[in-house]
């Protein structure tokens, strides 16, 4: 599966990787990746399958999403690498790390744990679904008419910024939401695995976030036993947007740092 990607400081030496939550993509990442580049990081923003401009499959499990990833690492030689994941992406990157042992040196999660949680993301595809694009000429339009199913506008700005305008001005879907529907069950859950990493990680988490980190530190600890954990006060789950800057001094801070239990 070929995954699209960005890289930024790409002379540097010590590397570390971006991977997006669910109706996300590399772009996400992109001011945090180039404030991180210029501590001497070489870094790669990745987008997962079925999202921005990666191709496109029939399956999206967490054992796939980790093989892409794998897949990446030996294309373009990386180890030793930093792997950061928030959201979908970070049950990716717990996965691959568990999965592929000793090619990280360091693991960061951001707001989510190795759990299954019930949210509203199979809503939010349904109504995505039923829209037909091409009976719109702008983003905005799409938005109108789906304001009354979707009543946050940073929630609707959010999922349409996953339409696309090709050249003849025909809006199209950078998500395969179809794949995404049929596999949400298993991006809902995590796989149950009984292996544990040795990987010097650490757990990010909103102290307003709805995805109750904090309360699965046991659960969290005992598949990766070199674990630390941050919350951050008057954060949600998109912490790295509501608090960037006390986020990037967490990370830079982490990834200068030696710890070990």
């Known amino acids: 599966m070929r995954l699209a990607y960005e890289i930024f400081g790409e002379k540097n030496q010590k590397e570390i990787l971006f991977l997006h939550g669910l109706f996300g993509s590399k772009r996400n990442w992109f001011s945090i990746a180039k404030a991180i580049a210029i501590f001497g990081y070489k870094v790669w923003v990745l987008d997962l399958r079925?999202?921005?401009?990666?191709?496109?499959?029939?399956?999206?499990?967490y054992f796939d999403l980790a093989l892409d990833v794998d897949n990446f690492f030996r294309e373009n030689n990386i180890?030793?690498?930093?792997l950061l994941g928030h959201s979908m992406g970070g049950k990716a990157a717990m996965l691959f790390d568990l999965l592929?042992?000793?090619?990280?040196?360091?693991l960061i999660i951001v707001d989510i744990a190795p759990v299954k949680y019930f949210s509203a993301f199979e809503y939010y595809l349904k109504v995505l679904k039923s829209i037909d694009l091409h009976l719109f000429n702008k983003r905005?339009?799409?938005e109108d008419k789906i304001s009354s199913e979707i009543e946050d506008p940073k929630i609707r700005s959010f999922l349409l910024q996953n339409i696309k305008v090709d050249?003849?001005?025909v809006l199209?879907?950078?998500?395969?939401?179809q794949s995404l529907i049929e596999n949400s069950r298993d991006i809902s859950d995590f796989p149950e695995i009984k292996v544990t990493s040795k990987t010097n990680a650490l757990f990010l988490f909103g102290a307003d976030s709805e995805y109750s980190v904090k309360s699965q530190k046991a659960s969290i600890s005992k598949l990766f036993s070199n674990t630390r954990f941050i919350e951050i006060k008057?954060?949600?789950h998109w912490l790295h947007t509501e608090k960037p800057k006390y986020f990037l001094e967490i990370v830079t801070n982490f990834l200068k740092s030696n710890y070990t239990k």
């Open 100 to 106: 592929y042992p000793n090619l990280l040196s360091k």
């Open 172 to 177: 199209n879907w950078k998500i395969n939401i």
């Open 79 to 82: 180890s030793d690498a930093c």
């Open 167 to 169: 050249e003849k001005g």
């Open 140 to 142: 905005s339009e799409v």
């Open 234 to 236: 008057d954060a949600g």
């Open 50 to 61: 079925n999202h921005g401009e990666s191709e496109w499959g029939k399956n999206h499990t």
